[in-house]
């Protein structure tokens, strides 16, 4: 069994960030669930563009208020409490938040929590990721 308390992972090797956002990384592929679990932080009057060409990834919102814009379509949902999206074709997005944004995501094959992203907002592949 597993057992995780998100406030004392905070501040660890398993925070990682970028500009207005970080994630707090619960289960890396180091824990051989299958899956890696993260609980993402967005400022609010941010906006980020993510392209996860290697990664499927699902995300439910815990709290907060914003959009996300599937850029192939332009078509835009809304973000808020109990909302959940999967990018279930790679699906190259933007978040915006316009509150603080706190959500809840999953990602397969799962991080190692080394990786960043690359110029064209994806992660490298799960090979080329291992650290």
Do not use: Q
Request: hydrophobic share 35%.
């Amino acid at each position: 069994m597993i057992v995780r308390d998100f406030n004392k992972v905070r501040g660890t090797e398993r925070e990682v960030g970028a500009e207005r956002w970080k994630s707090i990384r619960l289960l890396l592929a180091e824990d051989g669930m299958g899956f890696s679990f993260h609980i993402t932080i967005i400022e609010a009057d941010s906006e980020h563009t993510f392209h996860y060409k290697h990664h499927f990834e699902s995300v439910w919102c815990v709290s907060g208020e914003g959009s996300i814009e599937d850029l192939a379509t332009g078509e835009v949902h809304e973000i808020r409490p109990g909302v959940m999206y999967a990018l279930d074709k790679h699906d190259r997005h933007t978040v915006r938040a316009k509150t603080e944004l706190v959500l809840a995501c999953c990602f397969n094959p799962p991080v190692t929590g080394k990786e960043v992203h690359r110029a064209d907002g994806s992660y490298a592949p799960a090979e080329e990721a291992v650290g």
